[in-house]
């Protein structure tokens, strides 16, 4: 465990999120420092999902914090284009629009006073039909208010349930394969949800990928993303392996944010609490982009096993890191083709780094003591041709899985074009100047003659390459 002397450091910023001054056991610990180190510093993803999963551990309060606000209505509320969500601070469902123009209720909340008072003046007000029910598992208080939509709705429409959670349902419901590890779909009305399998909460829970429109664009949300860590020892193991097959769902079919029928659980809360002040779902903290997803399920999973160790002492479990991949000065162009891999804890080095070029060109490399890989024979690039670096992740490091990672950018067929954007201006001159007289590494693009340090030679050599007069944009 040498590395975590970096990571105490890295826990200044615990303070913000509510944690205990007071370490815990190493092998708790450690877990809760790389949750904190896997975020980054980014706020969203402290406030909002390593709070709200590392609870378990840090902050006994939370969770009677978290019900009090059962108490507290939420109308039915646009969230996005095609989804609506009604019921408490604390319990919610989602009205979720078909592709045939009717709509799928995901969760149903506790009771039948609920399906009275929320779900069925809901599905009126809407105008639209039921097309069907997804459950995301089988607790009274997600799976409530089934048996009285049953009552006055009918039966000709299918309610998915996790198989694990179906015996001694009364309501009929379609099951969904709970012994499965792979991805799997529930199509309701023309539309489809991806569905992962996550026993451990309960034999029958899932977390899913819901499509969404976001100001006219389709977007994949993950939803229910986290739930109560099981408090035996085999069941909190189960959770976790599924919080990893999460990772790879969200990895596998992009999705870019999170959204929870417990609102209190990330930003869901602070999302309807923004819409109803304002009026404007346009701007959402519940859209956050790929790679922020991916960070929000592995600062989850750190969480998740901290206090899995607290239950079982005796469990070892590698903490993973999440990658970023960037590519690096000039790159990519004609004359560099190079990027760098790095997680929280420094650069990933001696890994092989593969590029890939829309016209099919290849080249392989591997990180050096930076953590960047430079591809020594460079492929033919087409001006603005699509290139990929692509990080496969390793287990070089003991204790340690470093999660795969991916950049993608656009080629530049141009000498002195910092910026990249296809022509040699004043913004790139800018950048240049800006350091001058600085020493930067190789293959960094103010550097034009290669000689170690920013000039006035290089800012010279670039003036005469200016694409438009003047320099113009």
């Known amino acids: 465990m040498r590395r975590w002397a970096g990571a105490t450091a890295a826990m200044g910023c615990m303070a913000a999120v509510g944690a205990s001054a007071q370490p815990y056991p190493e092998h708790v610990q450690k877990h809760l420092d790389s949750a904190t180190m896997n975020a980054m510093g980014d706020e969203g993803l402290l406030n909002y999902i390593r709070r709200n999963q590392c609870f378990e551990v ?13 108490s507290i209505r939420v109308p039915l509320t646009q969230v996005f284009d095609d989804l609506w969500m009604i019921g408490t601070q604390y319990t919610a469902s989602y009205f979720l629009k078909t592709a045939d123009n009717g709509v799928m209720l995901i969760d149903a909340l506790n009771n039948t006073a609920d399906a009275d ?8 007000q809407l105008g639209l039909p039921l097309r069907g029910i997804y459950i995301t598992h089988g607790h009274g208080d997600h799976d409530g208010g089934v048996n009285r939509l049953r009552q006055v709705f009918g039966n000709d429409w299918p309610v998915f349930l996790g198989s694990g959670d179906v015996p001694g349902k009364a309501y009929q419901p379609t099951p969904i394969d709970s012994s499965s590890d792979g991805v799997q779909q529930v199509t309701i009305g023309g539309t489809t949800l991806y569905v992962q399998a996550t026993p451990g909460h309960t034999p029958g829970n899932q977390i899913s990928l819901i ?57 869901t809360l602070p999302a309807i609490e923004q819409i109803m002040a304002t009026g404007d779902r346009t701007r959402t903290p519940l859209v956050f982009g790929l790679e922020r997803t991916k960070r929000a399920a592995v600062v989850a999973r ?4 901290a206090r899995a160790a607290q239950i079982d002492a005796t469990a070892v479990w590698d903490i993973w890191r999440a990658t970023q991949v960037k590519f690096v000065g000039q790159s990519p162009s004609p004359t560099q083709l190079a990027a760098r891999v790095s997680s929280a804890w420094g650069p990933v080095t001696n890994q092989p780094v593969s590029f890939s070029t829309g016209s099919g060109a290849t080249c392989t490399a591997t990180t050096d003591g930076n953590g960047v890989a430079t591809c020594t024979n460079l492929p033919s690039l087409a001006p603005r041709e699509i290139v990929v670096a692509r990080f496969a992740g390793s ?23 910092i910026d990249n954007n296809g022509k040699v201006d004043r913004f790139d001159l800018s950048r240049i100047t800006a350091v001058l007289g600085s020493s930067v590494p190789a293959g960094d693009a103010r550097d034009v003659n290669a000689d170690g340090k920013v000039t006035v030679a290089d800012a010279r050599m670039c003036t005469v390459k200016c694409t438009n007069a003047q320099c113009a944009p």
Not at 401 to 412: F, I, K, M, N, R
Request: glycine share 6%; proline share 4%.
């Open 58 to 70: 840090e902050d006994s309060t939370w969770r009677t914090w978290a019900r009090s606000k059962d």
């Open 117 to 124: 008072n929320y779900l069925i003046p809901a599905l009126r």
């Open 211 to 267: 499509p969404v429109h976001h100001n006219g664009t389709t977007i994949k949300l993950v939803m229910n993303w986290r739930s109560a860590v099981p408090a035996s020892s085999a069941n909190s193991k189960l959770y976790v392996q599924g919080l990893e097959k999460v990772w790879r769902m969200i990895d596998q079919y992009g999705a870019v944010g999170t959204i929870h029928t417990h609102a209190i659980s990330d930003a």
């Open 302 to 305: 750190e969480c998740a096993i």
């Open 395 to 417: 287990t070089a490091d003991a204790g340690f899985v470093d999660l795969p990672g991916v950049a993608e950018a656009t080629s530049s067929s141009l000498a002195c074009d």
